[in-house]
């Protein structure tokens, strides 16, 4: 129980996401000064495979790729596109993303993480389409496109916290990646709980590859300083679950046990 006690102790720091900031310069409070509460219990959400989720998925890469090509052959001289078929696709989208939302609201996890990750997705493709429109000098489309990007990244964190705080270590390692490399407020502290949590979530689930890809990920992430990484390397080099996971760890002790967990 206690390699699940990181995973569960995350569910307290990721329900603070359900309130995160719109836009990029929001004001306040940055997700990790906000209050946090320590749960009392270890769960890690079991391994599943929904199949209607996953059919919707599909549909909504497909429909997406389609508006992709006919967005581009609109911006593109001499290029026929269908505008009708635009439509469709776009409207395929939006009734997809509506009804994984209603499933996470329900409670399927699996419909979250889809859900958050398609909402990130879209907003990173505002993003970096924002940019080429001011530099088109068109600033009224960029003004909507940095809209739509607050917009998406609210919805994504929300979702992807849903399942995060089931301990669903997909939505952990998305989300602290999400929010490590967050501008111009990265939240450093909580990614490093959501990265600890996505590696002892796939430890927990047998899944080796995946929870030594997501200490990879959390050692680009952090600083080198960061006591969770001891945590995480304990685990990883020998299977050993984290004795005081929400304790800090001072350096000289930091160092102690790297040394003994090295290699």
Not at 95 to 123: H, K, Q
Not at 195 to 213: E, K, N, P, Q, S
Not at 228 to 244: E, M
Request: hydrophobic share 45%.
């Amino acid at each position: 129980m206690l390699r699940l006690a990181t995973a569960l102790s995350l569910a307290g720091l990721v329900s603070v996401a359900l309130c995160c900031a719109t836009a990029a310069h929001a004001k306040g409070p940055t997700l990790a000064e906000r209050h946090v509460s320590e749960p009392s219990a270890a769960r890690v959400a079991p391994l599943s495979a929904d199949a209607d989720v996953e059919a919707l998925k599909q549909r909504h890469e497909a429909a997406f790729l389609v508006a992709l090509k006919e967005q581009v052959c609109l911006l593109t001289r001499g290029c026929v596109t269908d505008e009708g078929r635009l439509l469709d696709a776009l409207e395929t989208c939006k009734r997809v993303e509506a009804d994984l939302a209603s499933r996470a609201d329900s409670g399927n996890l699996e419909a979250a993480l889809v859900r958050g990750l398609i909402a990130l997705r879209m907003a990173q493709s505002h993003s970096s389409r924002s940019l080429d429109e001011i530099n088109a000098q068109l600033p009224g489309a960029a003004v909507v496109l940095r809209r739509r990007w607050a917009q998406e990244t609210q919805v994504g964190e929300r979702y992807l916290s849903i399942a995060a705080q089931q301990g669903q270590p997909q939505a952990c390692l998305a989300l602290a990646e999400h929010l490590s490399a967050r501008v111009p407020q990265p939240e450093a502290k909580l990614a490093s709980h959501l990265f600890l949590c996505a590696v002892t979530g796939f430890d927990a689930r047998g899944d080796r590859a995946g929870a030594i890809d997501a200490f990879s990920k959390m050692r680009a992430a952090l600083r080198p300083s960061d006591p969770l990484l001891v945590n995480a390397h304990v685990l990883i080099y020998r299977l050993q679950s984290p004795v005081r996971p929400w304790q800090q760890v001072e350096p000289a002790e930091a160092m102690a046990v790297r040394k003994a967990a090295s290699p």
